[in-house]
């Protein structure tokens, strides 16, 4: 069946280094969404991406759809304490089928 | 933005015994919502979709008779986890997609959760 695949698992980085987080999907999705879930919360809508190639942009969050729609990444520039939390990128499959296939997430820390 | 609400948020209870989690909608229409199940450092598990005014899809591998999902209206669905059992303690989250939602009309907003200890 359809997976998304999500690395890494986990990443540390100093305080004001940057951050990436990939996701790679086995077939073309329709759409990208990207959620952040803070330690003991719940998951947060960030962004979707719909267009092939598409590039948006929060403020120091970089977030990429590949030309091929399967494949996408979060880049954080420049980390915060605030950034810390799980990323979880998830594909909505093409056609009328709009359920989500979630990757494992990636879980950031951010020494100050 | 739509806020999505969840009860209880804790729950303990006794092995053998069910639990009824509800999940609402405050201010939008959700057509459907979404349950999931989350371990600790975990990703989150889609347990199943839950449609307005019909049957639940559910996973492989999910039960359908111990996880009950009834979605009577548009802004309430309700879990009900029937004979519970010490391995049935996990994080439990709903999600709902706003009906009427434009470009970003797949977007999910999720409850806070439901943290079931089953002892």
């Known amino acids: 069946g359809q997976q998304v695949m999500q690395i890494p698992q986990y990443q540390h980085v100093q305080e004001g280094e940057d951050f990436t987080t990939y996701c790679n999907s086995s077939?073309?999705?329709?759409?990208i969404q990207w959620y952040k879930q803070r330690p003991g919360g719940h998951p947060v809508f960030l962004i979707q991406?719909?267009?092939s190639g598409e590039v948006k942009k929060q403020k120091r969050l970089t977030f990429q759809f590949g030309e091929a729609k399967k494949n996408s990444s979060l880049h954080i520039t420049a980390t915060q304490t605030t950034d810390v939390g799980t990323y979880f990128c998830?594909?909505?499959?093409?056609?009328?089928?709009?359920?989500?296939?979630w990757g494992l997430g990636t879980s950031l820390a951010v020494n100050p | 933005g739509a806020v999505v609400s969840q009860h209880p948020s804790r729950v303990i209870c006794k092995s053998g015994t069910s639990v009824k989690i509800e999940c609402r909608s405050l201010?939008?229409?959700?057509?459907?919502m979404f349950w999931y199940r989350q371990f600790p450092k975990k990703s989150l598990m889609l347990m199943a979709t839950?449609?307005?005014?019909?049957?639940?899809?559910?996973e492989q591998g999910v039960e359908k008779d111990k996880f009950l999902i009834n979605h009577a209206s548009l802004t309430l669905s309700t879990l009900t986890v029937t004979s519970a059992h010490p391995e049935d303690s996990s994080f439990y989250i709903c999600?709902?997609?706003?009906?009427?939602?434009?470009?970003?009309?797949?977007?999910?907003?999720f409850g806070p959760g439901t943290r079931l200890t089953v002892l």
């Open positions: 839950s449609n307005e005014g019909s049957k639940a899809t559910y």
């Open positions: 999600s709902a997609r706003d009906y009427w939602g434009g470009s970003s009309y797949n977007e999910q907003f």
């Open positions: 998830a594909g909505s499959g093409a056609g009328n089928n709009r359920k989500l296939i």
């Open positions: 077939t073309t999705l329709s759409n």
């Open positions: 201010d939008f229409q959700a057509t459907t």
């Open positions: 991406l719909v267009k």
